[in-house]
Nanobody, 124 residues
């Protein structure tokens, strides 16, 4: 089992930046594809980005491409999301999630382990 704890959320103005972290514990971090999802009030949870177990591949939703960067440090068991040029529509609870290293995709159902989420609010 993997335990995931997000941090780094907060309130930021439009155009600002935030860096989210997700600390993993339990099983070997490098055994997992890692992803970020988000859920805005009244909306369904949506895929943001994923990174393969060895950081060899990444993929982004069109809505964040060019503004967000996912990375991981397997030695520190930590996943990151650097968010730049934030927009009000980025306001959501952000969740990190873990899937088998043999899966690389956007389907939330394939991600077995989830953190509790961290709130990101972008003011206009």
């Amino acid at each position: 089992q993997v335990q995931l704890v997000e941090s780094g959320g907060g309130l930021v103005q439009t155009g600002g930046s935030l860096r989210l972290s997700c600390a993993a514990s339990g099983r070997t971090f490098s055994d997992y594809t890692m992803a970020w999802f988000r859920q805005a009030p009244g909306k369904k949870r949506e895929f943001v980005t994923f990174i393969s177990w060895n950081a060899g591949s990444t993929y982004y939703a069109n809505s964040v491409k060019g503004r967000f960067t996912i990375s991981r440090d397997n030695a520190k068991n930590t996943l990151y999301l650097q968010m730049n040029n934030l927009k009000p529509e980025d306001t959501a609870v952000y969740y990190c999630a873990a899937a088998s290293k043999y899966y690389s995709g956007t389907d939330s159902g394939e991600y077995r382990y989830w953190g509790q989420g961290t709130q990101v609010t972008v003011s206009s």
